[in-house]
């Protein structure tokens, strides 16, 4: 039988998550605080022992003109991938909740690879159907990632396996004087700056500072902004997020010039550090195209992130469970248009930043 989240099963939901292999910080209440715009909910499932044995967190959005919402469980759920049970239990929640807020959509798109077939059969199962798609970043979350195992590994273990010419360049911003430092919200206005003129330059909508400024209070310590200097001046920055085994490379955004000086990989082994110091099983960094050909405009995201020594790993994907057909169609073309229309005005707009 399920049961709903309240406020004084709040921080027992919250330690679950982050306890379990599967956690993430999609799935954390301190995410839907950084989501104002969507109402959270959470399901959970407990064992015989009265102990929580499955969770899943979803996010509700109206959207305009259907008079339906939007239910999205960010990488949920948070179980055992083998617990049919669970999982049907959870999904038994989340129907009731799509049946009070109108839902005509009910989308996962799970911390699973895609080798674990079986997963996927099972939502098959359960009526679940894979969203087609390309191998960009054409989905709310990268199905394509590279993940760095760092459980139980020194430094230098670390270290010794990324390629060559990546620890010497770390080596190159380090002699150049780069700077690495934990910033709090009054670098915010610089990252958001350094993040507009990335997002330009590469072709990718960036979010406003305020944004960000939330990021740092509604994560908290989970939460890191890490900016690289050279002679005072701010010239690179990411934002990282550490939750339960797992850090993850969330943005990343640098100038057009002093690239020279590979402030980004500083910046990626500074993570890394925050991963190995808190005895993380895993480094994530996070997206890159599933089309790893050289041709592909994208490539160099990849070829990056791929010198680091992590492994390419896919996902199962956004998967839907339509309960709205008209709706789901309807809803998946216009915020497809309005994707691609948001994306060229703002590149007009802030074109003099390229």
Known sequence: MYELITQDTLQEYEAFVQSHPKG???QSYLWGKQKPMWLWKAIAVRGDDGKLQGTMAVMIRKMPLVGRTLMYACRGPVCDLDDRETFAQLLEGAKALAKTHKSYVIKIDPDVPSSNTAFADMLRSFGFQSKEGGKNFEAIQPRYVFRLNVEGKTEEEVMAGFHQKWRYNIRVAQKKGVEVKICGKEMVPAFADLMLTTGVRDGFVTR????????????????????AFHEGQPIAGTLAI?????????????????????????????????AIETGCRIYDFRGVSGDVSEDNPLYGLYRFKKGFGGDFTEFVGEMDLVLNKPAYLFTEKATSLFKDLRKAVYLIKNRDKK
């Open 242 to 274: 550490h939750y339960g085994d797992k850090v993850w490379y969330l943005y990343g955004a640098s100038s057009n010039e002093h690239r020279n000086l590979m402030p980004n990989y500083l910046l990626q082994w500074n993570m890394i550090q925050w």
């Open 208 to 227: 406003q500072p305020e944004y960000f400024a939330a990021m740092l209070d509604n994560l908290g310590e989970h939460c890191r902004l890490y900016m």
């Open 24 to 26: 993430n910080f999609a």
